[in-house]
């Protein structure tokens, strides 16, 4: 989507985007624009409304923002009416931005609209929305310099229409060779280098316990490796490091799922938000260095899958029980960690993943579970989630929740086995494999990563985590 600018909305005709602030239903001043008003019988503004006029050659929908709002809400009204609305646009469409519109606001409209694209029918044949076709346009009518803060929201809304391209496309369709070459794509464009370790690599270079999850798909797993450094980084510049699990899709393995696999081809979106991020920072050129890893594999049925009571060699060293093999995302997520530690080691790292049950059991689908030792980077986190409508919430780590994964015969065990404090306990796992880092942090995603909403029938990807990462990769 392109913008230009207009200095008025004289001669102008077409479709006139206005929000407007709420007054109060018996306000006795109309609200008016551009020679039209509207009382407030019809209309005053209340949040979540709007309402069409037609009038001189153009079609004036005023859009109700409420008496305050946050960034979430606005982005999600402006993705309502580009979705909703869209027979109402035609080539020409002009938006007009408040006076007392801040940056924030200004991102959020933008990139809700250009979400308002996003269609869920990848097989269908569908109209290209009119803000997708050839030589469109957005009119912009504002007193402002607005041309960065556009840059960046169309950026960040780009982003996230990827990545919920990625999440929702089928499993037969996105395997992890189909991760791996997009990574390799989104990297020679947007200027991040990229390796991917195949079996053999992955076998050579001691993957245990990542291989171990693939064994039982005809689809070779791959452990992908991204690199993105700024111009003149150098020995000052932020490192930070991210993980993501990208299981394209789980069945459970033997201790196959008895209800839900139908959703299970979004078990990669923790990969998926951490691919987003790295085309994202890319994009945005982000003084910060950053190594991400997304180990992608299929977790599937067959003769060669590994069994529940088995014992595996991880990465690191360390032998791990399997006690269920439906845990499988939290072993794939440890090869990441300790490859991404012992060979980056960067200042900071934040793994994610739609990891359990048990956080979706917690925050419902409000926000994502956090768990972190460090005191400033859970602050930095939540208020980058809270910043953009990406919420977090902390669960401890205490001491005595490691002894749910304590095993007789390895070093740890995947599962607790317990029908309680799943979360905390594949985040205690987790932190084995950290080496004791200082500065790590995991995010379970699994009830806010993919759900209803208003915006399809059935169940669909959110792209949540794409803007959380890089504004709090941005803030540090």
Known sequence: ?????????????????????????????????????????????????????????????????????DYKSLKTIFRRISANQKELFGSEVALVIPENFTTEQVEAVISGMLLGTYDLGHYKKTEKHPFLKEGFELALLSKKELNPTVAKAIKIASAQLEILQLVDLPPNKVTPKYLANWANESGNKFGFEVEVLGLEASEKAGLGAFLSVGKGSQNEPQFVIMNYAPENADAKTKHVGLVGKGITFDTGGLNIKTSAMLQMKCDMAGGAAVFGTMKLIADLKLPVKVTAIVPCAENSVDAKSFLPSDVIQSYSGHSIEIIDTDAEGRLVLADGLS?????????????????????????????????????????????????????????????????DIESDIADVKNYSGKPVAGAISAAKFLEYFTEDHKAWAHLDIAGVAFGDDEFAKSKHASAYGVHLLTKFIENL
């Open 1 to 69: 989507m392109k913008t230009k600018k207009l200095k008025d909305i004289q001669g102008f005709t077409g479709t006139v985007l206005i929000p407007v602030f709420e007054t109060y239903s018996k306000s006795l001043v109309p609200i008016e624009y551009h020679g039209v008003s509207v009382t407030s019988k019809v209309f005053y503004g209340k949040k979540d409304t709007h309402y069409t006029v037609e009038k001189y050659d153009c079609t004036h929908i005023f859009i109700g923002l409420g008496k305050a709002i």
């Open 339 to 403: 490859y991404l530690i012992k060979n980056f080691k960067p200042e900071y790292i934040v793994d994610i993943a739609t990891l359990t049950g048990s956080a979706m059991g917690t925050f419902g689908y409000e926000c994502a579970a956090l768990f972190t030792n460090n005191d400033a980077v859970s602050k930095k986190l939540q208020e980058s989630g809270d910043a953009v409508g990406e919420r977090l919430w902390q669960l401890p780590l205490w001491d005595c929740y490691a002894q």
